[in-house]
């Protein structure tokens, strides 16, 4: 079974600031992809960004990068410059066989002005 | 932003109601998911289906079904609304053609009175 970790339920970050949210996860497969996802307050469940497992180059998608460390299991999400549009709830997925996500708890973030 | 819709937003109904959550996507992916998510918390995967007369259980045991009889089509019933079913209903889909990405609905926020 897999498991996936986010072990601080709740932060913030001043505006313009760095903000790092942690990951960990368990899989017993070869082959996954993670991902991270926001969900802004009362609105759509969106994809931040994507890491393929057999890929060791860092994700990166403009303010927003991963530190994927395979052997640790750990997938780490930064956002740099952040913005007050950056206030969500951040899941941590890994997906599995046929295409199943398993979602860690989340992380609450708050960006302050 | 993604093709997934679900009808109603909100919903409050007594106990004992028959409701049908409704959720349709125009991408024509063949998988498609149900999660249940209580507010700021993580999601559980309650039902999904690999595509047409395809339905199977999630890792959260419900007291909801589910029909898949056209590939855009997955609603969610419940013959019999009780208390604990208050929650959020998400409906996602997703394509196994390289990105792996499930695009989520806006949700059902339902409340059984």
């Known amino acids: 079974a897999q498991t996936v970790t986010q072990s601080q339920p709740e932060m913030s970050v001043q505006e313009a600031e760095t903000v790092t949210l942690s990951c960990t996860y368990d899989t017993s497969e070869n082959n996954y992809y993670l991902f991270w996802y926001k969900q802004p307050p009362s609105r759509q469940m969106i994809l931040v960004i994507r890491?393929?497992?057999?890929?060791?180059q860092n994700a990166t998608e403009n303010r927003f990068s991963v530190n994927f460390q395979k052997a640790a299991k750990s997938f780490s999400l930064k956002i740099s410059d952040s913005q007050l549009g950056d206030t969500a709830m951040y899941f941590c997925?890994?997906?599995?066989?046929?295409?199943?996500?398993?979602f860690g708890g989340g992380t609450r973030l708050m960006v302050k002005p | 932003e993604a093709d997934i819709y679900q009808t109603p937003r909100y919903l409050v109904i007594g106990t004992g109601k028959k409701i049908t959550l409704e959720c349709s996507q125009t991408?024509?992916?063949?998988?498609m998911y149900w999660y249940q998510q209580d507010p700021g918390m993580e999601l559980h995967l309650i039902h999904y289906s690999y595509g047409v007369n395809s339905t199977e259980k999630g890792d959260l045991s419900s007291e909801s079904t589910v029909s898949r009889i056209r590939t855009e089509h997955f609603p969610l019933t419940l013959e019999s609304a009780r208390p604990s079913h208050t929650s959020q209903y998400l409906c996602a889909s997703s394509d196994d053609g390289g990105t792996y990405e499930q695009y989520f609905g806006p949700g059902t926020r339902l409340t059984v009175t």
């Open positions: 991408m024509g992916h063949d998988k």
């Open positions: 890491q393929e497992a057999y890929k060791q």
């Open positions: 997925a890994c997906r599995h066989a046929g295409n199943m996500l398993t």
